[in-house]
């Protein structure tokens, strides 16, 4: 009896354990943590399933309870739904089906899940999101702007303010907010969230994204007062080149919901009418490129409070709504990030005051300072130093990039920062600050869009690291809302080109979901009728900028780069039609089997050089990479078309595919396998895009091999070839070459500019040359993310991540890492939507390791880089001994299959 007791107790204790080690984390909504303004009619849950010391965990089922009221939720009591206990793996973008949504409402949910030993979790701590509006009839503000007119040079920033009255005790506060411009909001003098550079930029024309803040905690029982400012942002400021202004419309205007529940369930809304007035204050003018002008003297104190008492504030006019559809913000907005102190102060040659932060990065420079009444400071900002060391503008254009501010005089330190523009940046020239300056006067801040941080990549090379900081800080740079191509020029505008190219290796960097998400929808929008897609987006360079080769396909390639990275069938839902019109456009472009025709701008900045006499310059045909485009985003339609179920198209299409392929290897391969344009490009897209019969693939990948040795072993790709080079090098079992060209130091390579000095990625090569002058400053960013696009085989293929085809979001990993002899270690990690996963690898004399983590709820089959079996241990034990399924074999691996989730180590 005493036995079975005890027996009893141990087994107790063992459950009790196992269930504890059973934990959910991360719930988010829409792949996003509490969001605030979702207007999705059935948002999708996902969840994280972190076990201690133990492998091999599978979710078997999960429930999922939503409440309105958190103690309900709690409680399990009033429950809006309650899925039950449902039999699926699913743990990632799980639809909500319950009731249909209420506007405006909070709502709060768990998840508990059940595994493949029968254990349940507990429930995950509560997680919520917030709807928006969800439709158009919920907004019942109207539209607001200033009655006089507006000198056509300068444009003093609105100011809009309105007093109201809370009658009783407030439960919850609730502000929508939107405008014709950018916005600052404030309530009873405080700012109003701390996103910047909203709404955002979106095709204007088509949409304008509203955001929605929690405010309770801001709005008092009794007086209160709101105040807002607007700027002239990315709606009216100069765009692109030329004297290119008021893109989008002449004259801001404001769009203001306050929603107010009381305690005891009444409401109250303040809106934006005719009852509000206007003034302008201190931002004198503001500019996306050219900076902001602020005089502290003209600063109205306290304007956006209740005990504010101003004269000569006029009444505001309604204005007419836009025809532009109102819609709430589904990415992360722009947030302060990353702060940096003056890493030195310097006087150049020239006697300029210099300033350098160390980083070029994007965003602005908060300044402190004490000085008279009317006393100015001007900040110059730049990327780089001339061969001489001194301050460099050249490559800015027409953008002047500086910030005025004028000193109220107040006698103790005053605070300036800049609202509604952004600076590319490392170093900064200061001029006529009062009296001496030191480090503690200034203070760089980043911006960007606010996506989480997902991926690392590091190695034994220490110049390799820096690449990819320098990939990373490119990314950050240039992904303000929308993908960028540059942040200083007169430019900064969402080079489609630029954005396809990059568009794997930023899902491993930052979690770039929603970012992708909402600007996929732009792409559609701005899409011409007949399928053609515009170079830029938001398109600002008019209907016949449209169709190049390579860049038009983001609309194929960015969708299926979204969908493999995150499991997000809803973006190849919302994006099919623009997929389907693209690739209509090109056939419908196309004679007897070929599309030739139009403007492109083919593998844009190849490897050229001057006095080119013997034809070194690698310039490759475009027709052929009009081909070859062609057939990828036809083939990426065909994918998506079978995730959809869409078996008329897939036939339709996989016909077509066909014929394209045929065409290309009548008009542009010899009989013999060779390309008519003998390119390193040429070769690449043939290849990576399975343009040529299999039987003649090899010997293509030799011809490129010899091309590269032709070339003294060096890349000679522009934007279209560049991204794949390397991947097509391993695909074909050309990995040494791969290397030597990643690992090269000398132009032209990936590591030339971080022996420059660099601290992002260059739109050039060679933007600095050896002897430290500069390439045409006409184009020659030192921010510019394309050949950052390397970054997406050092994850996959250095270290190893990757997953199955047909199977995305990382539900069924492939861990397959490339050892590279001119390294001692490599590793990467990345929060997959399941988890953490990681592949680190090193090398010792006579000694290697592989180090895994594969994250809980998936699978994996993981090639550890040996053929010698019998000298392979995971955890000191014999792998001939531990319980792993050995698969076929593969020429330098030994290959474990169906491998759980679980941390393991591996010694060879």
């Given at each position: 009896m005493k036995k079975r007791l005890l027996s009893s107790f141990v087994l107790c204790i063992l459950a009790v354990a196992a269930f504890a080690q059973l934990s959910i984390k991360n719930p988010r909504t829409e792949n996003r943590t509490n969001p605030i303004g979702l207007d999705e009619a059935k948002p999708r849950f996902s969840w994280i399933i972190e076990v201690a010391d133990r492998r091999n965990v599978v979710q078997t089922a999960y429930q999922v309870r939503v409440a309105i009221e958190l103690d309900e939720l709690k409680r399990s009591k009033k429950l809006v739904w309650d899925s039950g206990r449902v039999k699926s793996d699913a743990s990632v973008l799980v639809p909500y089906v319950g009731p249909a949504l209420k506007p405006g409402t909070r709502y709060f949910w768990q998840v508990r899940i059940w595994d493949n030993m029968g254990q349940v979790s507990i429930w995950s701590e509560p997680a919520f999101w917030q709807t928006g509006l969800l439709n158009a009839s919920n907004w019942k503000a109207s539209w607001i702007g200033i009655s006089q007119k507006e000198d056509s040079l300068h444009w003093p920033s609105p100011l809009f303010r309105k007093d109201f009255s809370a009658k009783k005790r407030i439960k919850m506060a609730t502000a929508y907010i939107t405008a014709r411009g950018l916005y600052e909001a404030q309530i009873n003098g405080q700012r109003v969230g701390d996103a910047y550079?909203?709404?955002?930029?979106?095709?204007?024309?088509?949409?304008?994204?509203?955001?929605?803040?929690?405010?309770t905690n801001l709005v008092q029982t009794g007086e209160n007062a709101v105040g807002i400012t607007l700027g002239s942002g990315w709606y009216r400021s100069y765009l692109a080149w030329g004297d290119k202004r008021e893109t989008y419309g002449k004259d801001l205007s404001l769009l203001f919901q306050l929603d107010i529940e009381y305690d005891d369930g009444s409401h109250e809304r303040v809106t934006s009418d005719g009852s509000w007035n206007y003034s302008t204050g201190s931002i004198l003018d503001s500019e996306i490129y050219h900076g902001e002008t602020i005089d502290a003297r003209l600063e109205k104190n306290g304007w956006a409070s209740t005990d504010f008492k101003g004269k000569n504030w006029k009444t505001v006019k309604i204005v007419e709504a836009p025809k532009a559809e109102i819609v709430s913000t589904y990415n992360e907005p722009i947030r302060k990030q990353e702060r940096f102190v003056p890493q030195r102060i310097f006087t150049t040659p020239k006697g300029e005051k210099v300033i350098d932060f160390g980083q070029n990065l994007v965003g602005w420079v908060e300044v402190r300072v004490t000085g008279p009444s009317g006393g100015g400071i001007k900040l110059l900002h730049a990327e780089v130093l001339d061969k001489?060391?001194?301050?460099?503008?050249?490559?800015?254009?027409?953008?002047?990039?500086?910030?005025?501010?004028?000193?109220?005089?107040?006698?103790?330190?005053?605070?300036?920062?800049?609202?509604?523009?952004?600076?590319?940046?490392?170093?900064?020239?200061v001029v006529d600050f009062p009296g001496d300056f030191s480090a503690d006067n200034f203070t760089a801040v980043a911006l960007y869009s606010d996506m989480p941080k997902t991926g690392n990549f590091t190695c034994s090379n220490p110049l390799v690291n820096q690449l990819q900081h320098n990939i990373q800080w490119g990314q950050r740079g240039n992904f303000l809302d929308v993908p960028t191509d540059c942040p200083q020029r007169d430019e900064r505008l969402g080079w489609t080109g630029d954005a396809q190219a990059f568009a794997s290796t930023a899902a491993f960097n930052h979690d770039v979901h929603g970012f992708y998400f909402k600007w996929l929808k732009d792409v559609a929008l701005d899409q011409r009728p007949d399928g053609s897609v515009p170079w830029v987006v938001p398109n600002v360079l008019g209907e016949r900028s449209c169709g190049a080769t390579g860049w038009a396909d983001v609309a194929t390639i960015m969708p299926w780069a979204v969908y493999l990275a995150y499991?997000?069938?809803?973006?190849?839902?919302?994006?099919?039609?623009?997929?389907k019109a693209w690739v209509d456009y090109m056939t419908n472009q196309s004679k007897d089997g070929l599309w030739n025709t139009g403007f492109h701008f083919g593998d844009w900045l190849f490897y050229s050089e001057d006095n080119d006499n013997i034809g070194n310059s690698?310039?490759?045909?475009?027709?052929?990479?009009?081909?070859?485009?062609?057939?990828?985003?036809?083939?990426?339609?065909?994918?998506?078309?079978?995730?959809l179920g869409k078996k008329a198209d897939v036939s339709k299409y996989s016909t077509l595919l066909e014929q394209i392929k045929k065409s290309f290897n009548q008009e542009y391969m010899t009989p013999s396998g060779a390309l008519v344009s003998a390119t390193q490009t040429a070769y690449v897209l043939a290849l990576n895009f399975d343009m040529l019969p299999a039987d003649l693939r090899q010997q293509a990948a030799k011809r490129l091999v010899e091309n590269i040795r032709g070339y003294g072993t060096h890349l000679t790709t522009g934007f279209l070839g560049t991204p794949y080079l390397c991947h097509v090098l391993t695909r074909f079992g050309y990995d040494d070459v791969a290397n030597e060209l990643f690992l090269r130091e000398k132009y032209p390579s990936w590591l030339y500019p971080v022996t420059m000095g660099a601290t992002t990625i260059w739109e050039r090569w060679d933007g600095i040359k050896a002897d430290s002058t500069f390439e045409e400053a006409s184009m020659n960013?030192?921010?510019?993310?394309?050949?950052?696009?390397?970054?997406?085989?050092?994850?996959?293929?250095?270290?190893?991540?990757?997953?199955?085809?047909?199977?995305?979001?990382?539900?069924?990993?492939?861990?397959?890492?490339?050892?590279?002899?001119?390294?001692?270690?490599?590793?990467?990690?990345?929060?997959?939507?399941?988890?953490?996963?990681?592949?680190?690898?090193?090398?010792?004399?006579?000694?290697?390791?592989?180090?895994?983590?594969i994250p809980a709820n998936t699978t994996a089959t993981i090639y550890v880089p040996t053929e010698n079996i019998a000298a392979l241990t995971e955890g000191g034990i014999s792998i001939m001994e531990a319980d792993f399924k050995i698969g076929k074999a593969e020429p330098g691996y030994v290959v474990l299959t169906e491998v759980g989730s679980g941390s393991y180590d591996f010694s060879f």
């Open positions: 550079l909203t709404p955002g930029w979106t095709a204007y024309q088509k949409r304008i994204q509203y955001q929605v803040y929690d405010v001489a060391g001194n301050f460099y503008i050249e490559n800015l254009r027409a953008a002047k990039q500086h910030c005025s501010y004028i000193l109220a005089g107040t006698g103790t330190e005053e605070f300036f920062e800049p609202h509604f523009t952004f600076q590319g940046f490392r170093y900064v020239q499991g997000d069938q809803r973006v190849l839902e919302n994006q099919y039609p623009s997929m690698a310039v490759t045909f475009k027709p052929l990479l009009q081909q070859c485009f062609w057939a990828h985003s036809t083939q990426l339609l065909i994918n998506a078309a079978k995730v960013s030192f921010n510019h993310y394309a050949y950052g696009a390397i970054g997406d085989w050092m994850y996959r293929s250095l270290a190893g991540l990757d997953m199955e085809d047909g199977v995305p979001g990382y539900k069924r990993i492939v861990v397959k890492p490339h050892i590279s002899a001119s390294l001692t270690e490599a590793s990467a990690e990345l929060l997959t939507p399941y988890g953490k996963l990681v592949s680190s690898w090193k090398t010792e004399p006579g000694f290697s390791s592989l180090h895994v983590e």
